[in-house]
């Protein structure tokens, strides 16, 4: 069933997304073989203090509606609104604390972890949430019990008040019993076609084995959710209308439908696709960032039906769940249903590679499309959590991008004016407003801990005066 109610909707959105643009300092050569642009020496990035005083914000969203606001997604279950003047709004847009499971404020991948409002926002009022709730009774097969409930849930606002949602309103789209506290993606966006996309995990622990990892069709590794497309969602990409059926519609090119496979699936072979974005300009591609086990940490471009190949292979090499620290010599380049294995277009050494590496975890990004930053126009910006986990150094990446199946591309390491060697937090997300212009997520602490969770936005040099970050 299309959506026709949203078409013109995304078209206007279309129209107004303005020409691409990135910026930030190229300084050194990460990939082997990249090569250093020629950027003019006053084209420097800065940061300019959002909102502060968050606990831990995974991301920003914008709601097609004219307003202007940022909608910040804070993993303790509160999204924040920053209204058009830039002030942040004493009371959260939505709370669903009471609702969630109780968090480890040490770490946790559990929480309130996507925000996406409708295309058709602006006249229905509609928006929707990933977030974990407290385990169903039961447990998987192979033992134990559930972990959490993880929730698509739809909500609307307040009749009333446009900075505050209805919490009475809500409808479960989706809720899957989940194995374990890890893994669980978490970004759900609406694509360019008015369809709902959802980021799921592998189920969590790690390998893609145990309680709650079925059995796939890749033997020299035990598990894996990744590659099995028939007995659950776990390790997917999906794709519903939220327009029509009870509780959603399957879109009839989903690529399962009337074949072998869950026909909400879109593409499948994914460890942890935390964070994606639809590019707003060329031909809209869907950029997902999937962390890594302890070698290698990619981005996809994700197609339609693709298999990225997890747990067969990690990044562009295959896979030892028997040893994850050493590589196979060789692993099958197609799955059981004869789709090639899908080679991410970066990819990045963890922080664990024994061959050296910079990032604990990849964190997805967007494509610029502003216009603060021109000289930045297209390209992909992406970063990495931090290059260790005790201590908070988080990066920024930049990739132009180039064409799909022809090797890796190239990337190199940004920096912002005030953040010469790493950003000092922790990057838990992006986030791009309807302008094209982009936003991070940080935090000192790596937990749902504290107040120490920043949205900055990445803004040119001021040439005289700067206060650089932390300046409103």
């Known amino acids: 069933m299309k959506i026709n109610s949203t078409r013109a909707n995304f078209t206007l959105l279309r129209r107004l997304a303005g020409p691409l643009t990135v910026a930030l300092l190229t300084v050194m050569c990460i990939s082997t073989g990249c090569k250093k642009d020629d950027h003019p020496p006053s084209k420097v990035v800065d940061a300019k203090l959002i909102a502060d005083n968050l606990v831990s914000p995974l991301g920003v969203v914008t709601a097609p509606d004219d307003s202007k606001r940022l909608f910040i997604i804070d993993q303790i279950g509160k999204v924040w609104i920053v209204d058009a003047s830039g002030n942040k709004l004493p009371v959260p847009f939505l709370d669903v604390t009471p609702k969630m499971v109780p968090l480890d404020p040490g770490y946790d991948e559990r929480g309130l972890l996507g925000l996406a409002f409708h295309p058709d926002y602006k006249n229905n009022g509609k928006f929707y949430v990933y977030y974990t709730l407290p385990p169903r009774a039961g447990g998987p097969v192979g033992g134990g019990a559930w972990n959490n409930l993880s929730r698509i849930a739809e909500f609307t606002v307040s009749a009333g ?31 360019w076609d008015g369809y709902l996309y959802i ?72 460890r942890n696709p935390y964070r994606f974005s639809f590019d707003m300009g060329g031909a809209h591609w869907l950029y997902a960032g999937d962390a890594g086990q302890v070698l290698y940490e990619e981005i996809d471009v994700v197609t339609k039906g693709g298999n990225y190949g997890w747990n067969v292979k990690e990044g562009t090499h295959c896979f030892n769940a028997a040893d994850n620290d050493t590589e196979l010599p060789a692993c099958p380049v197609q799955d059981n249903f004869g789709n090639k294995l899908l080679d991410p277009v970066i990819e990045l050494n963890n ?36 290059k260790s986990q005790m201590v908070p150094s988080g990066e920024l990446f930049m990739s132009t991008p180039g064409g799909l199946g022809g090797g890796l591309w190239s990337f190199e390491e940004l920096t912002l004016k005030n953040h010469p060697d790493n950003l000092n937090y922790y990057l838990k997300g992006f986030g791009q407003d309807w302008s094209g212009e982009m936003y991070l997520a940080v935090s000192s602490i790596l937990g749902p801990a504290g107040n120490t969770g920043q949205i900055w936005k990445l803004v040119p040099e001021k040439k005289t005066g700067s206060a650089g970050h932390g300046a409103k």
């Open 351 to 386: 922080a664990k590679n024994p061959k050296g590496g910079i990032a604990v975890t990849v964190i997805g990004g967007n494509v610029y499309r502003g216009h603060d930053l021109p000289w930045l126009t297209g390209k992909y910006i992406f970063g990495s959590l931090s």
């Open 161 to 191: 008040n446009p900075n505050w949602a209805d919490i009475g309103t809500e409808r479960v789209i989706l809720d899957l019993d989940d194995p374990q506290m890890n893994h669980n993606g978490g970004t759900i966006a609406f694509g």
């Open 199 to 270: 980021a799921i995990g592998d189920g969590g622990g790690a390998d893609d084995v145990g309680p709650g990892h079925v059995e796939d069709w890749y033997p020299v590794n035990a598990g894996g959710n990744g590659q099995d497309i028939e007995a659950n969602l776990f390790g997917n990409i999906l794709r519903i209308d939220v327009n029509g059926g009870s509780p959603y519609a399957i879109p009839a090119d989903n690529p399962f439908v009337g074949k072998p496979g869950m026909d909400e699936i879109w593409a499948y072979g994914f």
